[in-house]
């Protein structure tokens, strides 16, 4: 962990997953657990806004932050996760960080702003062409 040399410090860390679904990952130093998984039928259920103080209410202990793992998951849990998070450090001013998965840990980097970087570039359909009569 990079962000603060504290041992105890407790983050969220949202990782998407390619099926569209976003996992929460609670960090303390080298301890990971996973706190929850919300696949896109719960996400439309719980609500973005009640995603955050879901996860909070189950993790242990009181949390630092908001971690995303940039580059991984589908292109819509990618936007999300970024705007919980931007949202969240904007209403709660929970500090927010990305988090490159190693291993069994992750290192996290404190940022401003999240924005999502994608795993592969977006497949967009070419327009066709108009026929002129």
Wanted: charged fraction near 25%; hydrophobic fraction near 50%.
């Amino acid at each position: 962990m990079v962000v603060g040399s504290e041992k105890s410090e407790r983050w969220l860390v949202l990782e998407p997953i390619d099926d569209g679904s976003i996992r929460v990952m609670a960090v303390a130093g080298e301890v990971v657990r996973e706190v929850a998984l919300f696949d896109r039928l719960r996400l439309r259920q719980v609500g973005l806004s009640n995603l955050i103080f879901e996860c909070k209410a189950q993790s242990a202990s009181a949390t630092v932050g908001l971690a995303l793992v940039n580059g991984t998951g589908s292109f819509t849990s990618a936007r999300l996760a970024a705007a919980v998070m931007n949202t969240a450090h904007f209403l709660e001013g929970l500090p927010i960080a990305l988090a490159k998965k190693r291993a069994a840990s992750y290192r996290i980097r404190a940022v401003s702003v999240v924005r999502p970087l994608y795993s592969r570039p977006a497949n967009i359909t070419k327009a066709k062409k108009k026929l002129h009569f």
